[in-house]
């Protein structure tokens, strides 16, 4: 089974911080990804990763930044955390442009 | 704007009963997925189906695909307490690499 793993489930920072989102899979797959989730939005993509130091721009990039210096690590950097960061954070992982995607359990970041 | 667009976005119904979700897409897709997520948790993928696939099943399961319509449908059927969960569908467009979920169906079931 994939597994993909968060580095925490739930984390509090002040507004200003630099906060950083691990996310690790286990299955060897291509491409990484981090979503935030809002009630009433869904998911938005905020990066993705197709390979080893390769990112591309979601919808939603603005004050975030990624690191993917190894294929099984992809990190989520928020450069200076403000209030409206406040959200649930997913990554996933998949195998290929047209696979399924697999799921970390979340982080719930609040931001004071 | 925003593909994939579930309807409704809240469904209550008796556990037994049958549960209909259904899903909206604008553009060409190369596959539509449908996952689940319990409160608090992430994702969990239930069935991808591709755009030259019209039907699939896997266990109290079944999604129509109709690619006429730019349509999906989710039937979870003899529904269990246990099903009570936020159900997302996910389009992964032709020529794009993307793939864009909606904002989900809250699903509860009554025991």
């Known amino acids: 089974d994939v597994k993909v793993t968060q580095s925490s489930r739930y984390l509090v920072k002040r507004t200003g911080e630099k906060v950083f989102l691990e996310c690790v899979q286990d299955m060897d797959h291509e491409n990484m990804f981090w979503y935030r989730q809002d009630p009433g939005l869904g998911l938005r993509l905020i990066y993705f990763s197709y390979d080893v130091k390769m990112k591309e721009k979601g919808d939603i990039p603005e004050g975030y930044s990624v690191s993917r210096e190894k294929k099984e690590r992809f990190s989520l950097i928020l450069e200076s955390a403000s209030t409206n960061q406040t959200s649930m954070y997913l990554c996933?992982?998949?195998?290929?442009?047209?696979?399924?995607?697999?799921f970390g359990p979340g982080t719930r970041l609040t931001v004071l | 704007s925003q593909q994939g667009e579930e309807d409704p976005q809240a469904l209550s119904i008796q556990e037994g009963e049958n549960a209909t979700m259904n899903c909206s897409y604008k553009t060409s897709i190369n596959n539509l997925q449908w996952y689940r997520q319990n409160s608090g948790r992430g994702l969990v993928h239930l069935i991808l189906i591709r755009s030259n696939e019209r039907e699939k099943h896997s266990g109290r399961l079944r999604v129509t695909l109709d690619t006429s319509k730019k349509s999906s449908s989710l039937l979870i059927t003899a529904s269990r307490a246990a099903d009570t969960a936020s159900y997302f569908c996910?389009?992964?467009?032709?020529?794009?690499?993307?793939?864009?979920f909606g904002a989900g169906t809250r699903l509860f079931v009554k025991a």
């Open positions: 996933a992982s998949s195998l290929s442009d047209t696979d399924t995607q697999y």
């Open positions: 996910a389009v992964q467009n032709t020529g794009g690499f993307k793939t864009i």
